[in-house]
């Protein structure tokens, strides 16, 4: 009976320690790994087996945009926003970046404030080639409390147009857990202003 108890007690306790290093140590909801914008060349999107895989990609009922001008000027930065709209989680999160229409990522993010963070390959957890560098943008701890991220995107001083913005965002139920959340995928295009 006592070797029983004591095996409860073991399994109770590395339960709970499990828990607790899962959601500690990787504790996506302050920023997921890079390459999850659903983009071509990207590993899909937070929908990922294992991940936010209750229900099927872009199945919710909310309404998740990028609000972008549809022209830049080369060298130049401008304001991006995505944004949840019509939504009834309780926390958010998001991932973007821009691939022109050769599939190459182009163009840097800048954060504006801290509800946004840009992956840096030295952030090992996040798997960003140094190749990539602030070519990712995401939610950071701050900002899976918001429903909507403004940030800064500089244009390349060449591309092959159009350039496409991709997102997948995450409608979170707030619960700290990877499931019962809702997936989602946009893009929104932009092309060099004519001289
Ligand atoms: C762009 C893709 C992703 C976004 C925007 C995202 C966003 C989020 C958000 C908002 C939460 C908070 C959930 C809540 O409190 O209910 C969260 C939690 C979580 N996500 Fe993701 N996620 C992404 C990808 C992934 C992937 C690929 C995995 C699996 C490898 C993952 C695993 C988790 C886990 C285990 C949690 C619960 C622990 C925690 O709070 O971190 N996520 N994520």
Known sequence: MRILKKSI??????????????????AWSSGPPAYLTGAAGDNGTCNADGCH?????????????????????AGKALKIKVAFSNS?????????TALDA?????????????????ISPSDSARGLDKADKDKYIEQSTKGVKK????????S??????????????????????????YVYTTTADISASSP
């Open 9 to 26: 007690v073991c399994v109770m306790f590395n339960a709970v320690f499990y828990g607790l290093i899962t959601n500690t140590v990787l």
């Open 53 to 73: 895989n209750s229900y099927s990609l872009n199945s919710g009922s909310a309404s998740f945009s990028i609000t972008a001008p549809t022209a830049y000027t």
């Open 88 to 96: 009834s989680g309780k926390r958010h999160g998001f991932e973007m």
């Open 102 to 118: 050769d599939g190459n990522r182009v163009g840097t993010f800048k954060k504006i404030g801290n509800t946004t963070q840009v």
């Open 147 to 154: 429903k909507s991220w403004v940030f800064k995107w500089t």
């Open 156 to 181: 390349p001083s060449k591309a092959t147009d159009p350039i496409t913005f991709y997102a997948a965002g995450c409608e979170a139920e707030g619960k700290g857990m990877a499931d019962n959340d």
